[in-house]
C-alpha cells in the first residue's frame, strides 16, 4: 500500500535556529507511528509541515501521493495540543462548525454526550479532549495526526481514547500521534524518536531498546550511590529505591561508586531508559 505520509529528509530553519534536521518518516494505512521526544525535540515544527502549515526550508513532505493542500487537508483528521476547540461556544456548536467546514457528521461519545450543551471552556479536560476527538473523526478521515492527544488528562480517559485510537487503526486508518506516556509509546506499531530536532532512532520498542547497557546497583544506602554516580556524569535513574546506570560498563560504575558498598548486575532497558541514553547519544 502506498504510505499516507512521506516525509523525505526535512528540515525546517528559523534563522540561525534548526527545529527539524534532515527528519525522514513514512505512516502506512492502518499503522499507529509514535513521534516521541523531549519539549523542544521538533516534533510539533514536524507536523506543522506534515499539514502544510509550514514549508520545509529543505527536503520534502508528501501526503496522500501528493504535496499538502487543503485537499490533503480534508482527508486527514488533527488534534492538536490546543484542541482547536473555542472556549466561548458550546460543545454542539464546536462541532457544528467544524463539520460545516469539513462535510463532516461528528458524534459525541456517549461519556460526554450530554454535555452537547455546555460551554467547552466550562467542561473538564478529559471532555474537551473527547471532544476535539470526535471534531476530528466527524468526517471519517483516512488518517489522523495527534499532537500530544491524551495530555493533562485522567488515565481513564487517557485509556478510552486509546481505544478510539486501535479502533480507527483497525479500520484501516493510518496515525501519527505525538506523547511522552512510555505506556502509551508501547502502544504504537512503530516509534521514531527525536532529540534536538533530529530522528536518532526509528522502529519496534525491541529496536529502540536494542543494544542499550543498564546495570542495576543495589546498595544500602541508594542516596550515596545516586549522587556518586551522577557525579560522575553517568546516566543514572531511579526504579524505586533501586539505582539504574543507562550505557555504562560494569568498570565504570565501580568506579563512580568508590568507597561505596554495593551489587551489581546487568538488565534489561526500559524504552525510557533507552530513549534517555539515545537523547544523550543524539545531542
Same mark, same amino acid.
Given at each position: 500500500?502506498?504510505?499516507?505520509?512521506?516525509?523525505?529528509?526535512?528540515?525546517?530553519?528559523?534563522?540561525?535556529?534548526?527545529?527539524?534536521?534532515?527528519?525522514?518518516?513514512?505512516?502506512?494505512?492502518?499503522?499507529?507511528?509514535?513521534?516521541?521526544?523531549?519539549?523542544?525535540?521538533?516534533?510539533?515544527?514536524?507536523?506543522?509541515?506534515?499539514?502544510?502549515?509550514?514549508?520545509?526550508?529543505?527536503?520534502?513532505?508528501?501526503?496522500?501521493?501528493?504535496?499538502?493542500?487543503?485537499?490533503?487537508?480534508?482527508?486527514?483528521?488533527?488534534?492538536?495540543?490546543?484542541?482547536?476547540?473555542?472556549?466561548?461556544?458550546?460543545?454542539?456548536?464546536?462541532?457544528?462548525?467544524?463539520?460545516?467546514?469539513?462535510?463532516?457528521?461528528?458524534?459525541?461519545?456517549?461519556?460526554?454526550?450530554?454535555?452537547?450543551?455546555?460551554?467547552?471552556?466550562?467542561?473538564?479536560?478529559?471532555?474537551?479532549?473527547?471532544?476535539?476527538?470526535?471534531?476530528?473523526?466527524?468526517?471519517?478521515?483516512?488518517?489522523?495526526?495527534?499532537?500530544?492527544?491524551?495530555?493533562?488528562?485522567?488515565?481513564?480517559?487517557?485509556?478510552?481514547?486509546?481505544?478510539?485510537?486501535?479502533?480507527?487503526?483497525?479500520?484501516?486508518?493510518?496515525?501519527?500521534?505525538?506523547?511522552?506516556?512510555?505506556?502509551?509509546?508501547?502502544?504504537?506499531?512503530?516509534?521514531?524518536?527525536?532529540?534536538?530536532?533530529?530522528?536518532?532512532?526509528?522502529?519496534?520498542?525491541?529496536?529502540?531498546?536494542?543494544?542499550?547497557?543498564?546495570?542495576?546497583?543495589?546498595?544500602?544506602?541508594?542516596? $550515596?550511590?545516586? *549522587? @556518586? +554516580?551522577?557525579?560522575? %556524569?553517568?546516566?543514572?535513574?531511579?526504579?524505586?529505591?533501586?539505582?539504574?546506570? #543507562? /550505557?555504562?560498563?560494569?568498570?565504570?560504575?565501580?568506579?563512580?561508586?568508590? $568507597?561505596?558498598? *554495593? @551489587? +551489581?548486575?546487568?538488565? %534489561?532497558?526500559?524504552?525510557?531508559?533507552?530513549?534517555?541514553?539515545?537523547?544523550? #547519544? /543524539?545531542?
Amino acid at each position: 500500500m502506498p504510505e499516507l505520509i512521506e516525509v523525505m529528509g526535512v528540515t525546517q530553519r528559523f534563522g540561525s535556529f534548526t527545529a527539524v534536521d534532515g527528519v525522514s518518516l513514512t505512516v502506512e494505512p492502518g499503522e499507529i507511528v509514535g513521534l516521541l521526544g523531549a519539549n523542544g525535540a521538533g516534533k510539533t515544527t514536524l507536523i506543522r509541515m506534515i499539514l502544510g502549515l509550514l514549508a520545509p526550508t529543505s527536503g520534502e513532505v508528501r501526503i496522500f501521493g501528493g504535496r499538502p493542500s487543503r485537499a490533503t487537508r480534508a482527508r486527514l483528521g488533527y488534534v492538536p495540543q490546543g484542541l482547536g476547540l473555542w472556549n466561548d461556544m458550546t460543545v454542539a456548536e464546536n462541532l457544528d462548525f467544524i463539520d460545516g467546514t469539513f462535510g463532516g457528521r461528528s458524534h459525541l461519545p456517549d461519556a460526554v454526550a450530554g454535555l452537547s450543551d455546555r460551554l467547552v471552556g466550562g467542561i473538564g479536560l478529559g471532555a474537551q479532549r473527547r471532544v476535539a476527538f470526535a471534531a476530528a473523526l466527524g468526517h471519517a478521515p483516512q488518517l489522523l495526526v495527534l499532537d500530544e492527544p491524551t495530555s493533562g488528562v485522567d488515565p481513564l480517559s487517557r485509556a478510552r481514547l486509546w481505544d478510539q485510537i486501535h479502533e480507527q487503526a483497525e479500520a484501516g486508518v493510518g496515525v501519527l500521534v505525538t506523547t511522552h506516556y512510555m505506556q502509551e509509546a508501547q502502544q504504537c506499531d512503530r516509534l521514531v524518536l527525536m532529540s534536538h530536532g533530529r530522528a536518532v532512532a526509528e522502529g519496534s520498542e525491541a529496536d529502540i531498546t536494542a543494544g542499550i547497557c543498564v546495570i542495576e546497583v543495589d546498595a544500602l544506602r541508594w542516596q $550515596d550511590a545516586f *549522587a @556518586a +554516580l551522577t557525579d560522575a %556524569g553517568l546516566l543514572t535513574m531511579l526504579s524505586g529505591t533501586r539505582v539504574r546506570v #543507562v /550505557g555504562a560498563s560494569h568498570t565504570q560504575v565501580r568506579d563512580a561508586l568508590g $568507597d561505596v558498598e *554495593a @551489587a +551489581l548486575a546487568s538488565v %534489561g532497558p526500559t524504552l525510557e531508559e533507552a530513549m534517555a541514553a539515545r537523547e544523550r #547519544v /543524539g545531542a
